[in-house]
């Protein structure tokens, strides 16, 4: 609508300066009719065109957020359920990304520190899943952890 708006206002402008330099007064007045007709008839074509068809919308809405979280989602899990080497290169570095937030622990600060409220909250057999020091260069043929271990992971991570 904005750009309908200024095309219409620069329409109007540029017919007034061609009132001024035009001396046949005759002539303004069929282009000046002619340019409101067109203006008018864009604003038409606008206001009846198609809700779907308006590109200047923002794609940001509920559904489509929903569309785009439920398939993230869906993703992180087939990954779980997927080998090690999918979850040391997809889920293991958002997790312990998120390990960090939740906790304000740094690993380049203190290693030691890092590792041992990681071993507190998720305890051993679960921190060797979220632990970032801890990915297997041989990891093709091992399973994940499973579901059940993302599950249990992001619950303990939502509880901090």
């Known amino acids: 609508m904005k750009k309908l708006v200024a095309a219409g206002i620069f329409i109007v402008v540029l017919v007034e300066v061609m009132a001024l330099a035009v001396l046949d007064r005759e002539i303004v007045l069929v282009v000046v009719g ?4 067109v203006v008018l008839l864009g604003l038409r074509l606008y206001l009846v065109r198609e809700p779907g068809d308006d590109s200047d919308t923002v794609g940001n809405d509920a559904a ?5 979280w439920l398939s993230r989602t869906e993703t992180l899990v087939s990954r779980a359920e997927s080998t090690r080497r999918d979850w040391d290169r997809h889920l293991r570095p958002m ?3 998120q390990f960090e937030l939740a906790t304000g622990q740094r690993q380049a600060r203190n290693h030691a520190s890092f590792h041992a409220t990681g071993a507190m909250l998720f305890g ?3 921190w060797g899943w979220v632990d970032p020091q801890n990915v297997s260069r041989t990891g ?11 599950d249990e992971i992001l619950r ?3 509880q901090v």
């Open 34 to 37: 002619a340019m409101v007709a």
């Open 64 to 68: 489509e957020s929903l569309r785009r």
């Open 95 to 97: 997790l312990a990304r």
């Open 124 to 126: 051993a057999e679960l």
């Open 140 to 150: 093709e043929s091992e399973p994940g952890p499973g579901r059940e271990a993302l």
């Open 156 to 158: 303990r991570l939502e």
